[in-house]
């Protein structure tokens, strides 16, 4: 059985940074994609990034091009998700997915998960 189980989150003030992991288990999971997402109150989860767990190609949201950063540990055990230069606008719960189909490219669809974490609050204050 597949376990996302997600960390990091907390409270950073506007400028700072904070560093998210997912760490994955019940499956061998180099052929997968990782994916992190978000959602806020009202809103519909939102994709942020994705990475190839084989060859490590990823893709990024245009609202956090260049300042979070996804990457994923050697073992096939942890995927991360580096966020610098935080906004308040980036304040939400960040939930890890995992993708058992991915193709050469990562997914930035929601629908195209097939298992989710239960989430990490990161609250950015300006």
């Known amino acids: 059985q597949v376990q996302l189980v997600e960390s990091g989150g907390g409270l950073v003030q506007a400028g700072g940074s904070l560093r998210l992991s997912c760490a994955a288990s019940?499956?061998?999971?180099?052929?997968?994609?990782m994916g992190w997402f978000r959602r806020t109150p009202g809103k519909e989860r939102e994709f942020v990034a994705a990475?190839?767990?084989?060859?490590?190609?990823?893709s990024y949201a245009d609202s956090v091009k260049g300042r979070f950063t996804i990457s994923r540990d050697g073992a096939g055990n942890a995927v991360y998700l580096q966020m610098n230069s935080l906004k308040p606008e980036d304040t939400a719960v960040y939930y890890c997915?995992?993708?058992?189909?991915?193709?050469?490219?990562?997914?930035?669809?929601?629908?195209?998960?097939?298992?989710w974490g239960q989430g990490t609050q990161v609250t950015v204050s300006s």
């Open positions: 997915a995992a993708d058992r189909d991915s193709t050469w490219y990562p997914s930035p669809h929601v629908y195209q998960y097939d298992y």
């Open positions: 990475i190839r767990w084989s060859g490590g190609r990823s």
């Open positions: 019940g499956r061998t999971f180099s052929s997968y994609a």
